[in-house]
């Protein structure tokens, strides 16, 4: 089976039940749909378990672009030779950001890992797609986290930068494409007027981010029988 999931903020507890939910195992295929960490309350623990699945697909969220240059400085040895250029304003403005959204905890847990983990961990986010098409029971599917705005006809994945594909908001009023599904991330169902935390599918969107960091549910949806398991979240940021 192929299943989806995105935006776990760290949810460890909830991750863990979803997969187990769905009795994911090693013939199985588990597309995580980015912004894994931040906000919940064990970030390192969803990607230490992440990279130990070679059946878990990580694409990109916001979250982790934001995080990834901060969190490479912060491995960064200070030297005499370095000191005045190490930390620039260009850093500490992503940094200020990245805290305004929730970085606070992922810093502190990954500094308390050694160094070897650290880049360990830091590979394995740096390996992480911007996007994934997938082709399953007849249908095809393109996987990315954010949405794909500002949208007009003819255009393809391919035509949206880094930013727009990671931090825009899908539109679920606007068809983008005929002929595949798109599923995203990002933007929770629960800021849509009466939706408790469930999955929408509307004009060939398929939007999955249940609101599991602000008290909602974590969804993992299945490309094989359209349909998704839901875990109450234990947490609320």
């Known amino acids: 089976m192929h299943y989806v999931i995105s935006d776990i903020h760290g949810c460890y507890n909830e991750y863990r039940k979803a997969i187990e939910k769905v009795n994911f195992n090693a013939n199985d295929t588990l597309y995580v749909l980015g912004d894994c960490i931040d906000r919940g309350y064990a970030s390192v623990k969803v990607l230490q378990d992440m990279m130990n699945r070679p059946n878990v ?11 990834l240059k901060v969190l490479k400085e912060l491995c960064t040895e200070i030297t005499e030779e370095n000191a005045e250029t190490h930390i620039t304003i260009e850093t500490m403005q992503y940094y200020t950001d990245w805290l305004l959204n929730g970085g606070k905890h992922t810093i502190e847990e990954f500094s308390a890992l050694s160094l070897s983990r650290k880049y360990d961990l830091l590979d394995y986010l740096g390996d992480f797609s911007l996007y994934e098409e997938v082709f399953v029971n007849n249908k095809n599917y393109l996987l990315v986290h954010g949405g794909l705005e500002p949208f007009s006809s003819g255009m393809t994945v391919e035509d ?15 068809t983008y ?41 974590l969804a993992i949806y299945c490309m094989e029988t359209d349909t998704e398991e839901y875990i109450s979240s234990e947490f609320k940021y």
């Open 160 to 174: 949206f930068t880094v930013p727009q594909l990671l931090f825009s908001h899908a539109n679920l009023n606007k």
């Open 177 to 217: 494409f005929q002929d595949k599904y798109t599923i995203t991330g990002h933007t929770p169902t629960v800021l849509e007027k009466g939706n408790k935390g469930t999955v929408i599918r509307r004009n060939n969107h398929i939007s999955i981010d249940c609101g599991c960091v602000f008290g909602y549910n």
């Open 57 to 67: 697909i990580p694409l990109v969220g916001n979250h982790e672009f934001m995080a």
